[in-house]
């Protein structure tokens, strides 16, 4: 999908025919908060999951790793996104609900987009401009801060000084992106 000239989708194909979903950004970070909150029991999660369906599909197994790979944006990044090998892909570098402060802002300085007062904005287009973000805003410098490896950092003074602020700006929860494997988690 090149969405240069291509509309974003607003469906996912379950078995071969087309399922309409809920495709605004703020639908799909309350299903991120969904999927990450322990508190929720896996089968009750799969149940809720089918809440961003508007068309119901008739597997829901398929239908919610469909859910998670639009999620993903498979269809925008069909190649896994390189991962700093230091870091475990189970260790997120950002959260959005411990850093919604900072993609708002981000989003009206860098796109003069106010998030509260966006009517609606699709999924992926969300997912671009977080991406595109220049490094100097504030969640790509926490990003990277958070991923940052002290082991190769050979000035102890360097190492001293980014480990006091990976402290400052560590989560505390635990967020971030949804493997197929807990997606599969839901149905056992």
């Known amino acids: 999908m090149n969405p240069l000239y291509e509309r974003f989708p607003d469906y996912v194909e379950v078995r071969g025919k087309r399922c309409r979903i809920v495709t605004d950004f703020r639908e799909w970070i309350k299903l991120v ?3 990450d909150d322990e508190g929720v029991p896996g089968r009750k999660k799969a149940e809720l999951l089918l809440q961003w369906y508007i068309d119901c599909p008739e597997d829901t197994e398929e239908a919610i790793y469909k859910l998670g790979e639009f999620l993903a944006g ?3 990044y069909p190649e896994p996104k390189k991962t700093d090998s230091s870091k475990s892909e189970s260790e997120p570098v950002f959260s959005y609900t411990e850093d919604a402060g ?3 802002a ?7 987009i106010d998030l509260e007062r966006v009517r609606y904005m699709h999924w992926w287009k969300f997912l671009i401009l977080f991406e595109g973000l220049p490094e100097q805003a504030e969640i790509k410098q926490r990003m990277m801060y ?6 190769s950092i050979k000035d102890k003074e360097e190492r001293k000084r980014v480990k006091e602020i990976k402290k400052r700006v560590a989560l505390h929860r635990k ?3 949804v493997s197929d494997y807990e997606i599969g988690e ?3």
């Open 33 to 35: 908060e969904l999927l």
């Open 175 to 177: 967020q971030g992106n």
């Open 74 to 76: 498979n269809v925008l």
């Open 146 to 151: 958070r991923k940052a490896d002290l082991n």
């Open 106 to 112: 981000a989003f009206l300085e860098y796109y003069g």
């Open 186 to 188: 839901l149905f056992s």
């Open 102 to 104: 900072c993609i708002f």
